[in-house]
């Protein structure tokens, strides 16, 4: 258990909000229109269906989207515009699109990679309690990802959404880049949901264990599962049930298909 985690899951809510700025800014006079679909890439042989396209912005009425390569400005607007200048102190600020995509393809795997990450870790030291023969998660910790989460809280998903979907191209293209060229980012953007909801809820002191220099889950269950619910789990029980309600609205959004867990 690293000492300085990341607040990855609060950053899959945020970065695919980008675009709110532009939303309110770009679309808010414009008449509403009938969603078009984007043309999903073509399937290769074996690979599966699409099962969740997005709808596509109407392209023609608002202001192209920059090249991925020089997209940093235009998110980095946008997410000022959304959040405040203020909660940008916990955003990387250069290649926001890959490390989003990066991010959001690891939380299912046990390592997400703290240089691709799309945010600072949370300051402070990480706290325990007891000693390293009987070592328990400090409940202070919880604490440290509150301002993030209370970012997150204020969110409204369904703008949210409709500006992930205006941006989606730029997701798309560096979700192929990562090496699915003919992967869809929204389907594994609400495989990754369905995993962070998966997170158990515990109840009583969470028992760590120090092999060697950073403090590991002394469950091995808890040990091995996937990052982002490792990282619920370290945000505490209030913090993660903020995050889920959050996620559970969007994935309602983005498909109609009910959440597996």
Known sequence: MVNKPMIGVAAVVLAVGVGIAYYFHGRSALPPSEPTVVPPPPAAGGEPPIEHPVPNSASSQSAPLPPLNDSDRAMKDAL???????????????DIVRHVVVTVDNLPRQKAPAAKRPTVAVPGPFLVEGDELHATLDPKNFARYDPMVNVVRQLDMKRVADSYFHFYPL???????????????????VQVIDSLLATPELAGPIELSRPNVLYTFADPKLEALPAGQKLLLRMGPDNAAVVKGKLKELRAIITAAPPKH
């Open 80 to 94: 000022s515009a959304l959040v405040g200048a203020n909660a940008m102190q916990y955003v990387v600020p250069e």
């Open 171 to 189: 997701f798309q293209s560096s979700y192929q880049n990562l090496g699915y060229p003919n992967g869809y980012f929204n389907d594994r953007l």
